[in-house]
């Protein structure tokens, strides 16, 4: 099955960007401009493998709509990103998600390549690497 990717920002230079990093023919993408969108396109389309927002956005923020994704069944795995945040605060949000990571805009094109590879791996994969890393 072709994973799924919801990219959700408010800037459509951001999300033309985001969508042509993670286009391939194995990979299906949708995007919104904002989490009433997002939750439009997730009651058609869901589950979703994957969903990559940005946390600041206006009427509703990333980690807003990620739970109530997670919480109606249509997303585990999420991709935050943000230009602006305070890195206690974000860990202890972070925690809230079975399978997420953060970003700090700006960052290099390979780094959200690998995150959204990492994350959309599959958790056996993601143990067995965590479990060859040297020390």
Same mark, same amino acid.
């Given at each position: ?10 800037? +459509?230079?951001?999300? +033309?960007? &985001? ?12 995007? !919104? ?7 439009? $396109? %997730?009651?058609?389309? %869901? ?5 990559? +927002? ?17 919480? !109606?069944?249509?997303? +585990? ?23 997420? %990571?953060? &970003?700090?805009? /700006?960052? /290099?094109?390979?780094?959200? $390549? ?15 690497? %965590? ?5």
């Amino acid at each position: 099955m072709r994973p799924k990717i919801l990219i959700v920002d408010d800037e +459509t230079p951001i999300r +033309t960007l &985001l969508r042509s990093a993670v286009a391939s023919p194995g990979i299906t993408v949708f995007d !919104a401009d904002g989490g009433i969108g997002a939750l439009e $396109i %997730a009651a058609r389309e %869901a589950p979703f493998d994957l969903v990559i +927002t940005d946390v600041l956005m206006p009427g509703m923020d990333g980690f807003e709509l990620a739970q109530r994704l997670q919480r !109606a069944g249509h997303a +585990t795995n999420f991709l935050f990103l943000s230009g602006y945040f305070d890195a206690d605060d974000m860990e202890r949000r972070l925690s809230e998600f079975s399978g997420a %990571a953060f &970003l700090s805009k /700006p960052f /290099p094109i390979v780094e959200f $390549i690998q995150s959204v590879r990492r994350l959309l791996a599959p958790p056996a994969s993601v143990a067995g690497a %965590a479990q060859r890393r040297p020390a």
